[in-house]
Structure formats: structure tokens, C-alpha cells
């Protein structure tokens, strides 16, 4: 008998790439696939997606995944403090530019996350937005593939 998966993607910043080959391998592999956001956010891809609008409060689409996960599922974040929630219930965790969140990375990342936002709020660099391109996708696309195949074993 085939484990039953569930593809959890906090939606709201999630490249439409992402979302369009979550949604093919998600049927390709017969696993149910969530987008969870505050707002639609839609899908070119056809298949069977389920989209859960949540409330337009902080942290309500995280909460709402939190959740409802089960310890089979895998969920696409880019969100380190979420990662680090779902790291400690023993949920797979992954972004979209191919990271795989785990109990000897998240630290580090945290920290890191941490000091480049203080060095944002004085002034000291600027966040920006760095886009999303083909080799960002690549190496989603084979992290995704590894975790989720191992997943289903």
C-alpha cells in the first residue's frame, strides 16, 4: 500500500513555477497538494490543487498549515521561522530555491536571517527582492524530487 502524502505550499510568495510542477508531480504521484494564503493565488497548471484562503491576519496561513500537517507530509516554505515550527513536529520542510530545512541547518539560518534583518533596520544594507530565475528552479526541482521520493518509500 502507497503512502498517502500531502504537499503543503505557503503560497502567498511562492514562485508560479513552483506551484505549476508542485501541482504536475503532485498528480504524477498521486498526492494531494495545498496552497494556503492569505488570497488566491493561482495555478497555470492543470490538476487537482486545493486552495485554503485564511484569514488576512499575521501568521494565519503558517498556523493553518501547522495545523493540519501530518508527519508524512512535505511543505514548501521560504519562511525560516515557520521552518524551524515544523522542523521540531518532524515535518520535511523545504524553499523554493531547493533548501531542505533540518534540525542541523535551522540555527544557523535562523541566526543569519536574525543579523541581516538588524542590519537592515539601521540602514546598513537594503532588502531587496533578487528574483527568481531557471537555476533557482533547478535546484528546487531536485531537491523537491529527492525529498519527496524518499517520502513516498
Known amino acids: 500500500m ?7 505550499i505557503d503560497a502567498d ?7 505549476n510542477h508542485v ?27 486545493q486552495m485554503i484562503i485564511c484569514k488576512e491576519e499575521k501568521d494565519s496561513a503558517d498556523n493553518y498549515i501547522f495545523d493540519h500537517v501530518a508527519a508524512s507530509d512535505l511543505v514548501i516554505t521560504r519562511d525560516i521561522v515557520f521552518a524551524k515550527r515544523l522542523i521540531e513536529k518532524n515535518i520535511c520542510t523545504i524553499n523554493d530555491r531547493g533548501r531542505i530545512f533540518d534540525k542541523n541547518n535551522i540555527k544557523e539560518l535562523l541566526s543569519t536571517r536574525d543579523f541581516d534583518l538588524q542590519l537592515a533596520n539601521i540602514g546598513l544594507v537594503k532588502h531587496y527582492n533578487e528574483g527568481y530565475d531557471k537555476k ?3 535546484a528546487f526541482a531536485n531537491s523537491f524530487d529527492k525529498v519527496i521520493h524518499n517520502l513516498l518509500k
Open 2 to 8: 502507497a503512502k498517502e502524502i500531502s504537499i503543503w
Open 13 to 19: 510568495s511562492c514562485p508560479t513555477l513552483v506551484r
Open 23 to 49: 501541482v504536475k508531480m503532485g498528480n504524477r504521484l498521486n498526492c494531494k497538494v495545498y496552497f494556503v494564503a492569505n488570497k488566491y493565488i493561482p495555478c497555470n497548471q492543470d490538476g487537482q490543487f
Open 136 to 138: 533557482k528552479f533547478a
